[in-house]
Structures are given as structure tokens and as C-alpha cells.
């Protein structure tokens, strides 16, 4: 077997917000190599930077510093080519209430420049993969929750990227839409051949899914592994749980954090 | 190429979010439809200091108010988009980032068009009577005056944090416009510094040369004003809008 194929590779990437209070360093130097066809678990409290990190490396947002290559793609120079080849399903999802799904999954397919007839078909054949069939009528708004997710997922795959970022994907989701979803996560690799990098703030579901873990903090990396080896540095054992090696990493377990009244 | 095709497919999608809407079509229209039922038969007795009857200088002003208020406050729309994340969505594509703004200036082109067409056919049943070319030559104009103030209006929404603050900047830009561009009343009937002041305004030459075309008059200064203010406006709107719209993607 040949060595593993890096599909992200990222150096010094940095982000600065100028507000009018100051400066706000969200991103302060991110280091980061992904290969083919790994799920990676990108964690940290909230404000660490995920989000900046997942906006600057699909392109939404211009990095203050830094380099990356996506797919194979510079990320500052060939920024195009770069989208042609990502998903990237956000934080507020990007579903237009009004529309119906049809409408959703066929105008993204249109928008990543298939004819008509394929935007069509392409539709169908999501559809039918994710559950979606049933729903293909309905405005967006008359879905439920996991439904809904479902549906962004659908739209991250119209163009069979090679990578696919999720940020936060299960949030309000109940137990048995999470499960189904990481099924799904599960399969964009083994049949789509993705690489996926997604978010989380529930720890159980980092520990199912990801092959490995990157924790960032104020903007850094502060510790990355697979979930067992963290489990091993950070908490005693390949028996803890993640959520302590997570609260030991970002350094507010509850022994040494005065609780606020 | 690709730019055309893109803006098809946005176009496309947002005329058919227009047509879904039962809103949509009334949007911004029931001010000049009211001005025009309410307030337009209290002028056919008056003298307006201008040829013609006073549906030909009131339909004309109308016809501006609702392109000015409907183009100018589109950007609500976008605004939504931008919070739903639906424009970060679209963003993540090969799409050329202009056929975002000018799909749905286009689609707003159209609407605006369409609500004048029926504003016109309203204006013939209270008693304008206009000729036919003079008419299209009007809708030409407002279809250029739409395209501008539309690109505008997603420019400003594009670079702004809430919907407070785009009504803010939108009101107090549109207000005075409309006010100063003479399009209820023609601006003859000003004092002279109110008279001086509009002639700083595109909109007044816009206003003007429709009223001559209602009444059949076609190559006159006025008209040939008209038609100058109103293409230098529109390319100045263009290419403001486009560049607010794409520096306001950080
Ligand atoms: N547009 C912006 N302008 C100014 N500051 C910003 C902006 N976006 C993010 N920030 C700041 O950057 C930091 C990182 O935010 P980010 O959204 O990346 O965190 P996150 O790790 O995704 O958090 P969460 O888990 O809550 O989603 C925060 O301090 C945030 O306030
Ligand atoms: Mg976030």
C-alpha cells in the first residue's frame, strides 16, 4: 500500500477579526494534515475557532495569514477549483424555508454546473440515498430536524466532493436522528470515498466517529490524536472517557473551575 | 458565458420564490396603488403647470415611487438569506459570485415591470389616457431605474449587520429621493431653492422625461436628459452595488 494520500494540508493558518473594541484573534496558527478517506474530529469549547478554521478553508473566508491546500488545490490561489471539490454544510444549515427540496437539491446541482437533466437526476439519486424521496415536495420548512440535516447533507454531496465539512452536524438533534446521521457520515466515506471533517461539542459522538481528533483552544491546536491514544496522554487510560481527556486538554475540568453562582 | 448561465439559474430560482409568495406581488405596491386611487383624483381639477392631464404627470411619478421603494428595499431579502446561510451555501460552489447579485436584480426587473403594468392599467380605468409607445418607453425606464436601485439595495445588504440598520440607511436615503425627485407633484411647482435642490437628483430627469413620453413627446432635451441621468445612474448603481456586494463577503 502506497503512503496516505494528504487531501488537506494547512500551515500557519491564522485569523484576525478588526472590531471596533480591537483586534480578535480567532484562528492563531493552525498546523494540519488530513488524509484520503479519514473522518476527522475537529473539537474545542466555544469561540475556539472551528467555525473560522472550517469558513477560511471552504473559501468563505480570506485567512489574515497562512497557507492551505484543499484537494489538492491552493486554497488562496485557485479558490474555484477548490469549491468544485468540497461540500461544506454549515452551522445554520442554509436551507431556504420557502423551497421545496427538489428545488434545493436541483438548483445546487445547477449551481455546480450540471446540465438540467443531470441537476435532476442527481437530485433523484440523492434523494433516494439519504431518505429524502418521500419529502421531495414539501418546502423545507415543513421538515423535521433530522430531516432538515439530511437534506443539507444532500445538498454538501451534489458534486461528490472529495472532502466534506460538517460543522456541527447533530446539534438538536434527539438520539436516534444523531445515530441515523452518523450512519450517514459513515457511509459519505465508504461509498462516496470522502474525507470529512466535522465539528462537535458531544464528545460520545467524536469518540464513535472520528479516526482522529484535533482539539483546538483559543485559536490553537492543543492536542491532536486518535481517540484512544488522547484518552491514554490525557486521562489515565484507553478506558476514560473522552470527555475528561477533553476537559483536561482545554483545561477547564471541574475540579480547578470555580463554579459561577 | 458561465456568468449567464449562473444568472439564469439564480433568476430562475428567485422568479419562482416571487411567484410562490402571495405577498410578493403586493410588496411595495400598495403605496403608489394607493397614491394613485387616493390621492391622484384630488389633481384633475388642479392646475399642475404642466401640459397634459394629471394622470399623464402623476402615473409617470407613481410608476418611479414604486420602482424606488420595491428596488430599494430588496436587500431585506438577501438579508434573510445571509441569516439563514443560504447565500454561504451558493458561495461554496463554482458559481460566478456575480450571478448571485445580478439572478436576483434581474428577477427584480421583472417584478417591478410587471407591477408597473398593472399600475398602468389601473391609471387607464381612473382616466389616463397615454400613447402606447410613450407607455413602453416609461416601462423601459423603470426597468433601468429598477436594475440600479435593485444591485444597490443588495450592495448596502450585503455590508450590513442587521435589518434595523439596512431600513435605517435605506429610509433615510429613499425618503428624501423621493420626496425631492418631484414624484407626486411635478418640481415646477417648487420654490426656486426646492426646484434648484432637486436638479441635483438623477431621478428628477427620470421623472420628467417619462412625463413627456406619457404625453407623446419623444425627442425633446427633456426626454434626452432623462435618458442620460438615468443611464449614468444606473452604471454608477451597477458598479457600486457589484463591488459593496463582493468586498462585503468577509
Ligand atoms: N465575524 C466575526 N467578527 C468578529 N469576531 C468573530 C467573528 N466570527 C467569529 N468571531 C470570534 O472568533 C472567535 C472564534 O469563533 P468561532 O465561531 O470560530 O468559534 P467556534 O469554535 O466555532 O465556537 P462554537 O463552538 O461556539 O461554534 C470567537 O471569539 C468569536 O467571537
Ligand atoms: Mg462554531
Keep these: 500500500m502506497s503512503a496516505p494520500e494528504p487531501v488537506i494540508h494547512v500551515r500557519g493558518l491564522t485569523r484576525t477579526f478588526q472590531l471596533k473594541s480591537g483586534p480578535v484573534h480567532a484562528v492563531r496558527g493552525i498546523d494540519l494534515t488530513v488524509v484520503r478517506g479519514e473522518i476527522l474530529g475537529f473539537l474545542g469549547p466555544n469561540g475556539a475557532g472551528k467555525t473560522t478554521t472550517l469558513r477560511m478553508l471552504t473559501t468563505l473566508l480570506p485567512p489574515s495569514g497562512g497557507r492551505a491546500e484543499i484537494a489538492g488545490r491552493d486554497l488562496l490561489r485557485d479558490p474555484v477549483e477548490v469549491r468544485r471539490r468540497i461540500g461544506y454544510v454549515a452551522q445554520s444549515g442554509g436551507l431556504d424555508p420557502a423551497c421545496g427540496v427538489r428545488e434545493e437539491l436541483v438548483t445546487q446541482g445547477r449551481l455546480h454546473r450540471l446540465t438540467k437533466a443531470e441537476a ?70 465508504a461509498e462516496h470515498g470522502a474525507t470529512v471533517v466535522l465539528t462537535t461539542h458531544y464528545l460520545d459522538e467524536a469518540d464513535a466517529l472520528s479516526d482522529r481528533i484535533v482539539v483546538v483552544d483559543s485559536g490553537r491546536i492543543v492536542a491532536e490524536g486518535t481517540p484512544a491514544d488522547l484518552k491514554t496522554r490525557f486521562a489515565g487510560g484507553p478506558a476514560a472517557s473522552l470527555q475528561d481527556a477533553f476537559l483536561a486538554i482545554t483545561g477547564r475540568s471541574t475540579a480547578d473551575e470555580p463554579i459561577a453562582i | 458565458m458561465t456568468l449567464l448561465t449562473d444568472t439564469g439559474t439564480i433568476f430562475g430560482r428567485y422568479l419562482r420564490a416571487t411567484l410562490r409568495s402571495k405577498t410578493s406581488l403586493v410588496f411595495g ?56 446561510g443560504v447565500i454561504d451555501r451558493m458561495r461554496v460552489t ?3 459570485p456575480m450571478a448571485l447579485l445580478l439572478g436576483r436584480t434581474l428577477r427584480d426587473v421583472v417584478q417591478l415591470v410587471a407591477q408597473s403594468v ?27 431605474l429598477a436594475g440600479a436601485l435593485s444591485a444597490l439595495s443588495y450592495g448596502l445588504a450585503m455590508n450590513v449587520r442587521s435589518t434595523p440598520e439596512f431600513a435605517a440607511v435605506a429610509n433615510t436615503v429613499g425618503m428624501p429621493l423621493m420626496l425631492l425627485s418631484g414624484l407626486l407633484l411635478p418640481m415646477n411647482l417648487a420654490p426656486g431653492w426646492l426646484n434648484g435642490v432637486s436638479l441635483a437628483i438623477p431621478l428628477r430627469y427620470a421623472v420628467d422625461a417619462m412625463r413627456e413620453v406619457f404625453q407623446g413627446h419623444y425627442l425633446n432635451g427633456t426626454v434626452a436628459a432623462g435618458a442620460a441621468a438615468t443611464a449614468v445612474l444606473a452604471a454608477a448603481c451597477l458598479f457600486g452595488g457589484t463591488r459593496l456586494f463582493q468586498r462585503g463577503h468577509a
Design chain 1, 120 to 189: 435532476r437526476e442527481r437530485a433523484e439519486e440523492l434523494a433516494r440515498d439519504l431518505g429524502l424521496l418521500d419529502l421531495m415536495d414539501r418546502p423545507t420548512a415543513a421538515l423535521s430536524g433530522g430531516q432538515r440535516r439530511r437534506l443539507e447533507i444532500a445538498l454538501g454531496l451534489v458534486n461528490r466532493p472529495e472532502v466534506l465539512f460538517l460543522d456541527e452536524p447533530t446539534t438538536g438533534l434527539d438520539p436516534g436522528s444523531r445515530a441515523e446521521l452518523w450512519d450517514l457520515v459513515r457511509r459519505v466515506r
Design chain 2, 94 to 96: 463554482p458559481v460566478h
Design chain 2, 29 to 84: 405596491m400598495l403605496q403608489p396603488l394607493l397614491f394613485l386611487a387616493l390621492f391622484g383624483p384630488l389633481l384633475t381639477g388642479l392646475d399642475l403647470g404642466v401640459s397634459g392631464s394629471s394622470w399623464q404627470t402623476l402615473v409617470p411619478g407613481v410608476l418611479v415611487q414604486l420602482t424606488l421603494l420595491g428596488g430599494s428595499f430588496v436587500g431585506l431579502g438577501l438579508l434573510v438569506d445571509r441569516s439563514l
Design chain 2, 118 to 144: 398593472l399600475l398602468v392599467l389601473l391609471g387607464l380605468l381612473l382616466g389616463l389616457r397615454a400613447p402606447l409607445p410613450g407607455v413602453l418607453i416609461g416601462l423601459v425606464f423603470v426597468a433601468v
